[in-house]
């Protein structure tokens, strides 16, 4: 596995050395020795999840207070753009975000740790997006951030389109509002 920082140095990308040949392809999606290697620490998840979504669907900016969720997150069909935006108060980074194009071709995964919020825009006809989190869904504990909040200026590569997004997500918080991690 090839793990590469990011512009936020704690969000990781990670590229698995994947095998194929004329009937396919194998790879390792998960090997908690290595992942845990990779990120410093170790990290125990405890529930995965799976979501479709069509073209120009924007799902975010979610986070958890108090109970943060760390997320390691992958596309096994379709193309996604993955945000992770910095909401740790006191990081260097704070109110920063990173974009990675995650796809089934790339085969990349994010990790995106506790302490900030993430959202992704499909770029494909339909994306399947799969994630492991470190902490359960907590509905009452779940907030969210404004996908285009103008302080944070994230660059959704729309192409001038608007998003299709959820009630919930057009009713999200300007950053400057959004309650932070200590």
Known sequence: MNVRPTRIPD???LEPKVFGDARGFFFESF???AFDAAVGRAVEFVQDNHSLSARNVLRGLHYQLPRPQGKLVRVVRGEVLDVAVDLRRGSPTCGKWVGEVLSAENKRQLWIPEGFAHGFLVRST???FLYKTTDYWHPEHERCIRWDDPTLAIDWQTGGDSPVV?????AGLRLADAPLFD
């Open 126 to 128: 339909e994306a399947e």
């Open 166 to 170: 959820s009630a919930k997500d057009a």
């Open 31 to 33: 090997n908690r020795k």
């Open 11 to 13: 969000v990781l990308v």
